[in-house]
């Protein structure tokens, strides 16, 4: 069922975010790469971040499931809350919090395996299918959520790497939906698209918007404005607003925002 | 403020501004000539204004065109958008200004043709004042000035108490010489247009402070329009 959001459920949600930044700090090595984040993030919304290369939105976005852990010189300060945790607390299982919080990458990465195992994988890990029948069960409703089931339900035994980009996209939001995540992040998911695959991807961002809080990283002002309800703009490694979309779109407060967005700096 | 890294971005916002300017020195041009044929009662006159309304009507078709254009290439965001909405909604606002003048055209026909009745002094005042609106307002628009917009938007007040004065002067004449009540009565609704075009400019006034700031002149406008109210308390 898709929650959509009423006056009444948007209060709730506004009161308690489904994911928080207190005071983030982020260096690699010297550099300062995110300076102070304080950032909000609710369910049943979608969170655009943007602008320039570079400003910080990626590397903040890996910070919310720990993906930045991978990097040796990379150092995180503050808080990341996730409900009421701190995703940084030592003790903390990062497999188990990547699949509450899944990641959908620039260029589409499925797993040179079958259609079916690409999104049996997560629940098989994870033990959340009992019986063959069960895992059948997961990987027709994620496909289905992902809007690829369709399309692909006659073949589910051939590679996900013979589909199309735009297909191989969805099936990776299909293999992220598939362990029930809470928060689905999104870095540039449809760079390497073409218009048509986009507007499929935005769709069904737009569906999945009312189950997921979903944050996304994205260069493309219009894909930001058609969206997301939230919008934060990102420069040099700081937070310089963040606000309603529509309103960062007609009537930015900051001049730096203003700037980006009308294509006045680079 | 920044240029655009897209030059021609720049160029295509300059082409809506020129397009406008041109509209807002037409009309107020117009609104001269128009007073000019009532005085004088000439026909020729008038019959220039009504025919050069043709080319406010073309202007707006062309910025129409320009602002559809920025749209559909550039998809405007922030003050951008504003800018271009603003402009699209500013020429059709100019060219209720040039429609109002032609309407004056057209009366002084109407009037020409019956007794010889002086036209009214106030008309004059009234015209006077409309034409400096229309002046100023360009002016805010040229100077990208949200503080000249709010004067021009202030100084509507002074055409709708000249406009109170005019209707009831010209309705004391009307009781003083009955036999004139239709000349009369097109100079009343002369009287009514340049206090539309006053209306006109003033939300003008309000897009350009809308495009600056983002904001709308939220305070509702003090309505000094008397004789509206009197006449519905009639009905």
Known sequence: ?266 | MNDHILSTYDDELKEVRSIVIQMGDLAANQLSEAMRALRDLDLEKAKEVRASDKDLDALEITAERAVIGVFARRAPVADDLREVVSALKMTTMIERMGDYAKNIAKRTFAISDGSLVIMPQLLDNMATEAHQMIHKVLEAYIKRSADDAIAVWESDENLDSLYNVTYRKILARMMESPEHISELTHYLMIAKNLERIGDQATNVAEQIYYAITGDNLEEARLKNDETSIELYAKK
């Not at chain 1, 009421?84 to 919090?97: A, C, E, H, N």
């Not at chain 1, 002002?221 to 420069?235: D, E, G, N, P, V």
């Not at chain 1, 529509?246 to 967005?261: A, H, L």
């Open chain 1, 1 to 266: 069922m898709i929650n959509t959001p009423t006056e009444t459920n948007l209060d709730t949600v506004q009161a308690s975010p489904k994911m928080a930044a207190r005071g983030v700090n982020v260096y690699y090595g010297d550099n300062h790469a995110i300076k102070d984040i304080d950032l909000n993030l609710y369910a049943d919304e979608v969170t655009s971040l943007i602008g320039p290369s570079g400003c910080g939105k990626s590397t903040f976005l890996r910070c919310l499931n720990r993906m930045n852990d991978t990097i040796p010189i990379c150092r995180v300060s503050g808080q990341i809350l996730l409900e009421d945790d701190d995703i940084y607390t030592s003790g903390i299982d990062v497999v188990q919090l990547r699949a509450r919080v899944g990641m959908v990458f620039q260029k589409p990465n499925p797993f040179p395996k079958s259609i079916y195992d690409n999104i049996a994988y997560g629940p098989r890990i994870h033990g959340l299918a009992a019986h063959r029948t069960d895992l059948d069960e997961i990987v027709t409703t994620s496909l289905e959520k992902a809007g690829l089931w369709q399309e692909v339900k006659d073949r589910l035994d051939t590679s996900g790497t013979a589909l199309s980009g735009g297909q191989q996209q969805r099936l990776c939001i299909a293999r992220a939906i598939a362990v029930n995540p809470e928060v689905i992040l999104m870095d540039e998911p449809c760079s390497a698209l073409d218009p048509i695959a986009t507007a499929k991807i935005e769709s069904l961002i737009d569906e999945l918007s009312g189950r997921y809080a979903i944050i996304i990283v994205t260069h493309s002002m219009q894909q930001a404005a058609r969206i997301s309800r939230k919008t934060a703009f990102f420069h040099l490694g700081e937070m310089v607003e963040y606000g309603d979309t529509t309103e960062i779109f007609t009537s930015p407060k900051e001049d730096r925002t203003r700037d980006y967005i009308t294509g006045r700096i680079g």
